[in-house]
Structures are given as structure tokens and as C-alpha cells.
């Protein structure tokens, strides 16, 4: 299972370059259209644009999946996870809230 | 009371196309409203000289106010709440046809015209009542079943004819809340005569408009009552077909497949930087012979006529007097690596004194079908028949392991571009590493 896993970390560590004053996090989207979980790799320089760079299409679309990825992803690096389309949705093994309110921009 | 119109086709035209197609797939990939966020997709190639932009959402076009859509990067602000985002054409190209499939369950396949990537003509005369009692309303379930299968926002242009349902989007459909426009025969004094920006037609671009400014022509209005003999005798078809769009008259039929008289194929590009070299020009030349000769085969063609155009940088072209130099020759039908690329070695070598080189394209034309080949008092036939085999083993091998499994060394040369471009698709990111 765990080659989506490593596919998303290889592309973060090209990416995250680690530069001062600068924001990195992991943006993850439930794409009910294309039925798959979309990762991106988001990292913004204080004042300046936002960029969002494709990593990966998790097309297993599954919650539990997702969630074991997800495990896995955190115990790999210390990037926020930023989830958006997940608002009222609950962990499958742990029933926590997933994402707690709609984004603005939703 | 009988009108000229009773005798031109009538039809119930749909001209549909998506709003800020690019940037609402990257929107619908991350989660957010086309409509809501500001994003620009920005293809970041070498070539691009820092970037191109080649979408912006509605949002980001109304809070810093950009226009054109293939702009710089360096027209771009520096704002916290713009987000940008890398292209990836093969994505926009499946949604394309996904928003096709969508459109052939409101018409037969045979009605649905795709006109550019985010463009297509339906022509919904025969089954429009199935969907509604007005064309408006059917535009709005077609609007309404995009945006719940595939998150896009659609404006539809509705129009008698194809040329009335593409200026009531281009003029009126983008512009309005509900993101429909609608013109008919009856109301083209209205909707089209008023049109004050000659540019904002279909068909009308600068050199257009300046030609009929010089005419005494500024609005459409003066157009649609211009002497149209005048009209054609100042510039030809082209006048009388203008004239005929000014009262919304468009007697094309779009089932009507037209016959190309002359194809021709080829591709060009824009380099990264100057190119000083000979060696590493003709590189670059070569990969593009190679490309060229290979699409040839892969469409069962052989070409008997051979473009070289060459552009030279600006500081070239202030020095020299002349923007490059074209040079065609024909050749005898083939399809055929080595002989492609020599003789263009050949044309180059003949025009080429040092300039700095920009731009590089190659074309053929006066095609045949690929259905024998001419054999040649001096050369063995044997070795003929090898020669013509031997590219379509390459061709095999390229599509079943990838195009980068096998280049030549020269490819790998400083000047070489083909690796990198193999990832590309028209010129930008691709995304299929991604997926």
C-alpha cells in the first residue's frame, strides 16, 4: 500500500527547501468529482504569493486508506496537514473531526 | 410581412465554454470555488523567460485587475492572497472531454462541435424541447449538470446560428449574473449593433479593425449599414462575411466537414536562451528534423516539400536588419529521419552566419500517403527498405518504453532540448509525472 506514501514524501523533500521566513504545509482534498484524495505541497514566503504544487492522486477512495496514509505521512515529517471537502467527516478508527468547519473559499 | 431573415437558417445554437477553464480545474483539484479564489496558473518553462501566465480565475481578475490572459509573470503583484499554481495540460485535456461526454446526453454526438479546449458548438435544434420549454431554461440544466458532475462553472451562448451564439458569449453571456447571453435574428439590432469595440467580435481582431476604421467604420452599427459591394470590393470575402456577421447571418453548416486542400505538419519552438553555436543549433534543428519526420510516420504520410524557419534574438535582429530567414526546398516523398534532417542541415547551413538564433521551426507539407517508396538507382534497395524499416522501430520502442529510452547522445549536449520537452505538452507541463 505504502508506494502512494512514498511517492507524496520523495516529491516533499524535493520541495521543501526550508527557507527562512517562509510557511510549508501539505494541503490534502476530497475530490468528490474525480472520486480520489489530492495532495499538494503549499509554501508562501511572508508577504508574498502562495504556491501550490500537484503531488499526488490517492485514486484508492477510501477514508480508512486515507487515514493510514495520513499516519504514515505524519510519522515521516512535521508538516502541518491542511484538509479541505472533509468538513463533517470523522476519522473512521478514531472518530475524530476531520476538518472542523468549511474553508471561506470552499 | 416577409423578411430577409425567413429565408436564412434558423437553428437553436449553443455555444458553450467554461469560465476560466484552467484555473477552475486547479480550484476543483483543491477544494475551493472556482468563483471564490484567486489563483493564476503559471506555466514556469525555460523558455517562458520567467514565466507565463496562462489562466486566472475571476476573482484574482477582479482584485488586481489583470487582463490579458497570456501575460508575464512580471505583471503579476506580489500579494499574500493570490495563489499560484503550476499547469498541467493533460488534466485540462481529460476534463475537456469529460465536459463532451456531458454535452452528447443533452444532443447527438454528431451536434456536439468541440472548438477549442474549453469551446464547443452544440447544436441543440432537434432536442432541446426534451429538456425544457426555453432554450434559457435548457442552458441553465446543461450549466447546472456540469457543475454537479465536475464542479465547473459553464457560460452558454444561445444564438439562431453559430456566429449569434458566439458573440452573445463573448459579449454578453460573461458578463452577466447568470451566465447566459442569448441572441436571436429579431434582436440583432439590439444586442449586436451596439457593440461600440469592433475587437470584441468574433473575426474582428486589430489589423481588422484599423482596415474598417480607415473605411469610416467604428461600431457595428455602421458596419451592418455599410454598402456591402463596397465592402467587398475593399477587402474581399473577408468584407462580405464581416458584413453578413454584423446582422447575425452565419449560413455555415457545422456538419459540413471541410476538405483540406493542403495539409502540412510540423512543429516549432521558442529557445530558452540565445543560441550562439553552430554545433548546438543544429542540435536543436535535428531534434525537431527527428519530431517532425516522426509524426510524419506515426500519420502514414511522406512529405515532399521542406520548411526551415529561423528567428534570430532581438539583439541579432537590431544587428542584421532582418527578423530570420525562411528557406523551403522539395524533396522526394519520404518520411525519413536522416534525409529530413540533412537536407535541413543543408538549408540552414546555407543562410546561417553567426546569429544568434531564438526560434527554430520546421514544417512539411504537400503530403502523400506513406503507401510505397521510390527506389533509387543509387542506392541498394536492400539497404532502402532497411533505412524506411529502421524509423519505425525507433517509433515502436519510443512509444511502448517512453521517448527519453532512447535519444541520441547529441541530445544530451548543452544545447539540447527534446529530453525536456518530451515532458511537455503544447509547450507546457504535462503533469503525467504527477499521476
Known amino acids: 500500500m505504502n508506494n502512494d506514501l512514498d511517492i507524496i514524501y520523495s516529491r516533499i523533500e524535493k520541495l521543501f527547501k526550508r527557507m527562512s521566513r517562509t510557511r510549508y504545509w501539505i494541503l490534502v482534498n476530497n475530490d468528490p468529482y474525480d472520486q480520489s484524495y489530492n495532495f499538494f505541497f503549499n509554501s508562501q514566503r511572508q508577504g508574498e504569493r502562495l504556491k501550490s504544487v500537484p503531488l499526488h492522486k490517492l485514486i484508492n477512495y477510501d477514508l480508512s486508506y486515507l487515514e493510514q496514509v495520513i499516519k504514515g505521512l505524519r510519522s515521516k515529517t512535521n508538516l502541518t496537514i491542511e484538509f479541505t471537502g472533509f468538513a ?5 478508527s478514531t472518530q475524530k473531526v476531520i476538518q472542523w468547519r468549511r ?3 470552499e | 410581412m416577409m423578411m430577409f431573415i425567413d429565408k436564412e437558417p434558423h437553428g437553436v445554437f449553443f455555444l458553450i465554454d467554461n469560465k476560466s477553464f484552467y484555473a477552475s480545474c486547479e480550484a476543483v483539484q483543491r477544494g475551493f470555488n472556482p468563483l471564490k479564489i484567486p489563483l493564476v496558473v503559471l506555466s514556469e518553462q525555460e523558455n517562458t523567460n520567467g514565466g507565463l501566465i496562462l489562466a ?22 506580489q500579494d499574500p492572497r493570490l495563489c499560484v499554481v503550476p499547469p498541467r495540460m493533460n488534466l485540462y485535456i481529460k476534463r475537456n472531454l469529460q465536459i463532451n461526454q456531458i454535452f452528447t446526453e443533452f444532443a447527438s454526438e454528431q451536434d456536439v462541435w468541440p472548438y477549442s479546449i474549453d469551446e464547443s458548438i452544440v447544436d441543440m435544434t432537434h432536442s432541446w424541447k426534451l429538456f425544457g420549454n426555453t432554450p434559457r431554461e435548457v442552458a441553465r440544466v446543461i450549466q447546472k449538470t456540469v457543475r454537479k458532475r465536475l464542479g465547473l462553472y459553464t457560460t452558454v451562448g444561445i444564438g439562431d446560428n453559430p456566429v449569434q451564439a458566439k458573440i452573445a458569449l463573448d459579449v454578453y453571456a460573461k458578463h452577466t449574473p447568470e451566465l447566459i447571453g442569448e441572441i436571436h435574428y429579431e434582436t440583432v439590432p439590439k444586442t449586436i449593433w451596439p457593440i461600440n469595440n469592433l475587437t470584441d467580435v468574433w473575426g474582428i481582431g486589430n489589423r481588422t479593425a484599423k482596415h474598417l476604421n480607415r473605411l469610416g467604420i467604428h461600431n457595428m452599427y455602421e458596419l451592418a449599414h455599410k454598402n456591402p459591394y463596397l465592402l467587398k470590393q475593399e477587402m474581399g470575402l473577408i468584407g462580405e462575411q464581416l458584413f453578413a456577421t454584423a446582422w447575425g447571418v452565419d449560413r455555415s453548416k457545422v456538419s459540413h466537414k471541410p476538405v483540406t486542400k493542403s495539409a502540412s505538419l510540423g512543429n516549432s519552438q521558442v529557445l530558452p536562451r540565445d543560441y550562439l553555436g553552430q554545433q548546438e543549433i543544429e542540435t536543436v534543428i535535428k531534434e525537431i528534423g527527428e519530431q517532425v519526420a516522426a509524426r510524419l510516420r506515426h500519420h502514414h504520410k511522406l512529405a515532399s516539400c521542406l520548411s526551415l524557419s529561423i528567428g534570430f534574438s532581438y539583439a541579432a535582429t537590431a544587428e542584421d536588419g532582418r527578423g530570420g530567414f525562411h528557406h523551403a526546398l522539395r524533396l522526394p516523398p519520404c518520411n525519413n529521419n536522416r534525409e529530413i534532417v540533412k537536407q535541413l542541415i543543408f538549408m540552414f547551413r546555407q543562410d546561417w552566419n553567426g546569429q544568434a538564433v531564438r526560434n527554430i521551426a520546421v514544417y512539411t507539407s504537400r503530403l502523400t500517403p506513406d503507401t510505397h517508396q521510390q527506389l533509387d538507382l ?3 534497395p536492400n539497404r532502402q527498405i532497411k533505412n524506411e524499416k529502421l524509423g519505425y522501430v525507433i517509433d515502436e520502442i519510443h512509444q511502448k518504453f517512453g521517448f527519453t529510452k532512447l535519444v541520441y547522445a547529441t541530445s544530451l549536449t548543452t544545447g539540447g532540448t527534446a529530453i525536456e520537452r518530451s515532458k511537455l505538452v503544447g509547450g507546457h507541463n504535462g503533469g503525467n509525472s504527477y499521476e
Not at chain 2, 480565475?57 to 501575460?71: I, Q, T
Open chain 1, 88 to 92: 463533517g467527516m470523522k476519522w473512521p
Open chain 2, 378 to 380: 543509387f542506392m541498394n
Open chain 1, 103 to 105: 474553508e471561506q473559499l
Open chain 2, 56 to 77: 486566472t480565475s475571476p476573482e484574482a481578475k477582479r482584485l488586481f485587475h489583470l487582463k490579458a490572459n497570456v501575460s508575464r509573470q512580471r505583471n503579476l503583484p
